[in-house]
């Protein structure tokens, strides 16, 4: 019986063929040896386990087969069976020599290396020196090399691999042909394990090989290895279950039920989930990277919906993973990453790794629970919270209270007593598909109307109907205006708001002075239509020529200047940055709109 091979080597790549999930490079090369534009130095780049050296060997048998066809030759094709290609495949070729830069970064090491470039290959076209790590030679050992590369004999190639790109100098990789070898895909790992086990006659389930394929992380190599362990431990059937315990992986949907209740603030329900999966032997460092992914991928979901078809899911991951997106906040989410991602090199670096996951879910469920900075200044302002109340503690209840923006009654103006008791005002006058309707019916009313009556249209009364929905009296300007822009008439709304001064406001009656160069008789004869419309009442307007008070927009503008000093002078806002360090105020518009809305100014 032969010697057992592991399956990472038994099925490492010999041709560009066999070479998974690197199509543009395998493409890149072939073009370039079909034109003749080989490059006599190659950069590999790419992460650990990626297939860097495995391309640098089939790299080399291209050049240095002695068995191909000329077709095979343009195509890079090696014959895999000739002595060049064996000797290359052992890693035994006189002509290729591989070396770990990590292990040999002096510069004695490459004038070594470049004393014997000199001297003509003996078995091959070639002599192929294989570098890699190659980041790792020291300053002069490049600075060797870069003499050679400039001018390197014909009969020479340098194939480069390394894993951090940034460390070769530039001067080195403007001399070479980059290539970026990518992160194999978890399809293309799935396929290449069904390859495999149809080759070995192993049976496995779907859903083990998509796990296995997860873990591997991009690398053939890690995934052939854990394959082989997933072999090891039942030969016969590859199970989800199997896998899941060799791997040391905790259940998902506990994982996901987990984040649940500590995004609910729910600590309890959480800290018991942890506690079974502990007792369970699952490893705290996983748990923490568990809660990480979990994380990432409801931050994914939440920003584009689509990332929950093309990430492999499971259908409940999937179904969690959106109805979680659907709830959170974006900064609850990313202030969780940064929690978990701090959080792990506590637990890594702890004593008692389990209570140090437990600190980090506590802490997650309370800030998952604090009001966000705006909602903390509004609730300060409506008052909620006293500044001897800013603690951590009181915070926390207080997000329970309604919040401010809720807070604000519908319903800002009182309707005068005489008026309640004559206008009946529909209860369904909230329903929002109604108040349109009425209002494009109350538009078109006026509109032609107006059309038709010409000099006196205020005296033209409007039938009260006690079917239509009508608005309560308004008592003050702010209220006229405040109707004009519910009704959608925005731009008489905004008329009034920047160019009338209002001199005498009663319920049915209004003074006022028109100001800049408004065509007030056509605005003042439409508000009294509308007005009408609107409340069911009769309304007379007067042209004034008294001062009257200022503006709506002069009056927004002073409480807005009122506003800010007030807010600026708030001992507060001081607290609330050292309750969120590293906030800023950026900006607060919204709040003061809100506080416009509120004081009735809008
Ligand atoms: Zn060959």
Redesign the pocket.
């Known amino acids: 019986m032969s010697e057992y091979l592991v399956l990472a080597r038994k099925y490492r790549p010999q041709t560009f063929d066999d070479l998974i999930g690197q199509d543009v490079l395998v493409r890149t090369l072939r073009n370039a040896c079909k034109h003749d534009r080989l490059h006599h130095a190659f950069m590999l780049f790419g992460v650990r386990g990626v297939g860097k050296t495995t391309t640098a060997r089939i790299i080399a ?1 291209s050049l ?5 066809s000329v077709d095979d030759r343009i195509r890079m094709q ?9 000797a290359i495949a052992e890693g035994r070729h006189i002509d290729v020599l591989e070396m770990d830069a990590a292990s040999h970064t002096g510069v004695d090491d490459i004038r070594q290396l470049i004393e014997n470039a000199r001297y003509r290959p003996v078995a091959g076209r070639y002599k192929i020196y294989i570098l890699d790590e190659v980041h790792m030679l020291s300053k002069n050992a490049f600075n060797g090399l870069l003499k050679t590369l400039e001018e390197p004999p014909e009969h020479v190639k340098f194939i480069f691999a390394t894993t951090e790109i940034r460390k070769v100098p530039t001067t080195i990789l403007s001399r070479c042909q980059r290539f970026d070898l990518r992160r194999i895909s978890i399809n293309l790992l799935i396929k290449l394990f069904e390859k495999v086990c149809h080759n070995e006659k192993i049976e496995a389930e779907f859903d083990a090989l998509k796990l296995l394929a997860r873990v591997a992380d991009g690398s053939a190599r890690d995934a052939l290895s854990l394959l082989d362990q997933a072999i090891a431990l039942n030969a016969n059937l590859i199970t989800l279950d199997d896998t899941r315990q060799m791997l040391g992986l905790i259940d998902r949907i506990r994982i996901y039920e987990m984040y649940q209740a500590i995004m609910a603030g729910k600590i309890l329900d959480a800290l018991n989930i942890l506690s079974k999966l502990y007792e369970n032997g699952a490893d705290p460092v996983i748990i923490i990277q568990d809660l990480m992914e979990v994380t990432h991928i409801v931050t994914c979901i939440k920003i584009a919906p689509e990332a929950a078809v093309n990430n492999n899911l499971s259908e409940a991951e999937r179904e969690q993973s959106i109805a979680l997106a659907k709830v959170m906040r974006m900064s609850s989410l990313t202030m969780a990453w940064q929690m978990l991602a701090k959080g792990i090199s506590e637990v890594q670096a702890s004593s008692l790794p389990i209570a140090a996951v437990e600190m980090i879910i506590i802490r997650i469920a309370y800030s998952a629970e604090l009001p966000e900075p705006l909602d903390l200044m509004r609730m300060m302002h409506d008052k909620k919270i006293l500044p001897t109340d800013v603690t951590y503690e009181t915070t926390k209840t207080q997000t329970h209270l309604p919040t401010y923006a809720s807070s604000i009654p519908i319903e800002t103006i009182d309707m005068p007593s005489n008026a309640s008791s004559n206008i009946a005002v529909d209860d369904s006058r909230n329903d929002f598909d109604n108040l349109n309707y009425e209002t494009s019916q109350c538009s078109k009313n006026v509109i032609s109307d107006s059309s038709v009556a010409d000099v006196h249209p205020d005296k033209k009364s409007l039938a009260y109907n006690p079917n239509k929905i009508l608005d309560p009296m308004p008592v003050d300007f702010a209220g006229v205006v405040k109707l004009a822009f519910q009704r959608g008439e925005t731009i008489l709304g905004t008329t009034l708001v920047t160019n009338v001064h209002p001199v005498l406001v009663k319920p049915g009656r209004l003074k006022l002075r028109p100001q800049g160069s408004i065509d007030h008789h056509h605005v003042f004869k439409l508000l009294t239509q509308y007005l009408q419309c609107w409340t069911g009442k009769k309304w007379v307007i007067e042209i004034s020529n008294e001062k009257g008070s200022p503006t709506m927009m002069e009056q927004n503008e002073a409480q807005l200047a009122a506003i800010q000093s007030e807010f600026a002078a708030y001992p507060l806002i001081a607290k609330v940055l050292k309750l969120f360090p590293g906030a800023e105020i950026d900006n607060m518009t919204d709040f003061i709109t809100e506080i416009l809305v509120e004081r009735g100014a809008l």
Not at 64 to 68: I, L, P, S, T, Y
Not at 78 to 86: D, K
């Open positions: 048998k240095n087969c002695v068995g191909q090696p014959c895999v069976v000739c002595h060049n290609c064996r």
